[in-house]
């Protein structure tokens, strides 16, 4: 599983700073928790049924300053949320993209990038089980994604507090959301762009303000 400039946007971007504990589900090779530890007192939970993703997490846990923080789990989320008695206080995730799109041969990427693993109806059950009842989730997905999602959550009684769109560069539209949950009153969300590269293709100045605490080359 490569390291996607949007994965790294949302563990510069998340909030949570008011968090005692995060859950990561789906954490792949552990790259949001690791970001995230990085600039947090928080513990971290990070769930992941990959068996090659998890040896890697494993390995880049273990290799970090903030392994005293993070607990690890080889664990399907559905069944973690039907056993767990843990809830958390902020929920973030990258979950399967693409769910009605074409698949591909590999079942391995398909796991990884559409809803086979893990549908929106899924792991909205599994946030109901886990989240606090003040806590807030967070997850990316693609924009078309985001809005089925958004349905969804309100439907079930979540709605959106900040949503930060992505677009590769200022001629194009955003092909990614970055948005933040909470169970309260429906009120408009804080919406936000970032763009990640000018016209010259160089990245802009905010994604290396954002990136800067990551990226060696800024």
């Known amino acids: 599983m490569k390291v996607c400039t949007d994965s790294c946007i949302m563990g510069a971007y998340t909030d949570i700073a008011d968090a005692k504990t995060v859950l990561d589900i789906g954490t792949g090779t552990g790259l949001l928790t690791l970001m995230l530890a990085q600039r947090s007192k928080a513990l971290f939970t990070a769930i992941e049924m990959d068996e090659q993703a998890i040896k890697q997490a ?6 970090s300053p903030w392994k005293d923080r993070i607990s690890l ?3 399907d989320i559905n069944q973690f949320a039907v056993t767990s008695e843990v809830q958390f206080d902020h929920i973030i995730c990258n979950p399967p993209f693409y769910s009605n799109s074409l ?8 796991k990884a ?9 899924q792991l909205l ?3 109901n089980k886990l989240l606090h009842q003040q806590g807030k ?3 990316l997905l693609p924009v078309a994604e985001a809005e089925a999602f958004q349905y969804k959550a309100e439907s079930q009684g979540y ?5 930060l769109e992505i677009a590769h560069n200022s001629n194009k539209k955003p092909f990614r959301r970055i948005d933040t949950y909470e169970a309260a009153v429906s009120i408009k969300p804080e919406t936000k762009k970032l763009v990640i590269k000018d016209c010259q293709n160089n990245y802009t100045e905010n994604f290396q303000s954002l990136l800067k605490e990551y990226y060696l080359l800024f």
Do not use: R, W
Not at 58 to 63: G, L, S, Y
Not at 113 to 121: D, I, M, N, Y
Not at 159 to 163: P, V
């Open 159 to 163: 709605y959106l507090m900040d949503s």
């Open 58 to 63: 494993a390995e880049n846990i273990h290799d």
């Open 113 to 121: 990038h559409h809803g086979v693993s893990l549908t929106q109806e």
């Open 137 to 139: 989730f967070t997850l």
């Open 125 to 127: 059950f599994c946030i």
């Open 103 to 110: 698949k591909s041969p590999d079942a391995q990427k398909n």
């Open 73 to 75: 789990y080889h664990q």
